[in-house]
């Protein structure tokens, strides 16, 4: 536990220098000029000075709102002052994944229109799939698999609002939440706007990867990404789904990439499968359903910073390894087609072993940095198309008592 506690202050330190320079770089007993603290949540959501908490005289009036069906709430919000949005912390009476999946959290910079975070709330927060676990990233945290912690940096220049929409067709009778920020922070012209894109394909394309972020223009920095599939057992069996390699198309690359990895659990710093949860700091799978065949990992570019100057887009193969004589068994029960992994579509032998190409229900949040407060990627799904295909059979860590 010590160590585990010394890595992690490390991994903050790590995160610390690559905020917005002059704001949380500074050594924790430096009291900076001009920078002021806020909380905003249900005692005070605009987070006013001197005017929290005042409901029912102070005594715990108003800790929780409702967010009826299609409703919409702004859970922070800033005019006029440049700032630092330094934490978000949230639980809900239902965690189911219909609940996860069809709240949805933007996040708009400097007055823009158009929001530069638009997911699903469970997904932002590593819980895709509607599985909610105990688990602790540099980034990203639940500490006993009932709560929502963000630890990203997000600066912002002139401005900033949170909102929260409940798309899932039921109330939502409680949610407890924090936005802690601060105000009047010096952000420089190099320093970046956060952003997020959510994707969910179900199921892809034969031979088409998965765009985990399609390509978009403008100098930044890729953070990383919250991964989740629901494997097409019924097609494929037991076979192993994760051969697919995540590439980076980087400032101008097109048909071949700059950045290529190996295989999709190597990507999240695994190998051989991936056959239990785990949590690291930069990267780890919170929840693993082996029956089943579903997953939900993560993987964040601390360390290893992934930087572009023009544009980018990152994709993720769908290929799996098929061995006919081991206790998945053959490939061929199903009377499907199956394709060799390579140019074109070339149906494997059957008895034969080794890679093929295959269609399985894939969904991702991407994390980057952007030097504009929007960004020209698609809206997010309609709830429904979020929503359908989600598993919701069984009980599951976190579910309400």
């Known amino acids: 536990m010590i160590v585990r506690n010394f890595l992690f202050a490390v991994a903050v330190a790590v995160v610390l220098h690559c905020a917005p320079s002059g704001v949380l770089a500074q050594s924790l007993y430096t009291l900076p000029d001009g920078i002021e603290t806020r909380w905003a949540s249900a005692e005070n959501p605009l987070g006013k000075r001197g005017e929290g908490a005042q409901t029912n005289g102070g005594r715990k009036g108003r800790p929780a709102i409702p967010v009826k069906a299609g409703e919409q709430v702004t859970l922070a919000e800033v005019r006029g002052s440049s700032g630092t949005v330094r934490r978000i912390w949230a639980t809900i009476s239902d965690r189911s994944p219909a609940m996860l999946r069809g709240l949805k959290l933007e996040i708009f910079w400097d007055g823009k229109a158009k929001p530069a975070v638009s ?41 900033m609002k949170i909102v929260l929409t409940n798309e899932s067709g039921k109330d939502l009778e409680l949610l407890f939440y924090d936005v802690d920020y601060t105000l009047g922070d010096k952000i420089s012209p190099n320093d970046l706007y956060f952003h ?54 980087l400032d101008g690359d097109r048909k071949w990439p700059t950045l290529a990895g190996t295989g999709t659990e190597d990507y999240v710093a695994t190998a051989w499968g991936i056959q239990n949860e785990y949590a690291d700091l930069y990267q780890g799978s919170p929840f693993v359903d082996a029956d089943k065949m579903r997953a939900c990992f993560y993987r964040y570019h601390i360390p290893d910073p992934v930087y572009f100057k023009s544009d980018i887009r990152v994709t993720l193969q769908q290929i799996g390894y098929a061995d006919d004589k081991s206790a998945a068994g053959p490939l061929y029960q199903t009377g499907a087609p199956i394709y060799n992994a390579g140019t074109g579509l070339v149906e494997k032998k059957p008895g034969s072993s080794g890679l093929f190409e295959r269609q399985d229900d894939w969904s991702s949040v991407a994390f980057f940095y952007l030097d504009k407060a929007e960004d020209d990627l698609p809206p997010i799904d309609p709830a429904e198309k979020r929503i359908q295909g989600l598993a919701s059979d069984g009980p599951h860590f976190g579910d309400v008592k």
């Open 119 to 159: 997911v699903p709330f469970g997904d932002f927060f590593g819980f895709g799939l509607g599985r909610m676990a105990p688990y602790q990233s540099a980034l990203f945290a639940s500490a006993e698999g009932r709560s929502f912690n963000c630890y990203i940096p997000m600066p912002f220049r002139s401005g």
């Open 196 to 249: 997020a894109h959510y994707r969910r394909e179900n199921p892809t394309t034969l031979q088409h990867d998965f765009e985990i972020l399609p390509q978009i223009s403008g100098k930044g920095r890729f953070l990383g990404a919250n991964l989740c599939i629901q494997a097409n057992k019924k097609l494929y069996l037991e076979n192993w789904w994760g051969e697919g390699e995540v590439k980076m198309y």
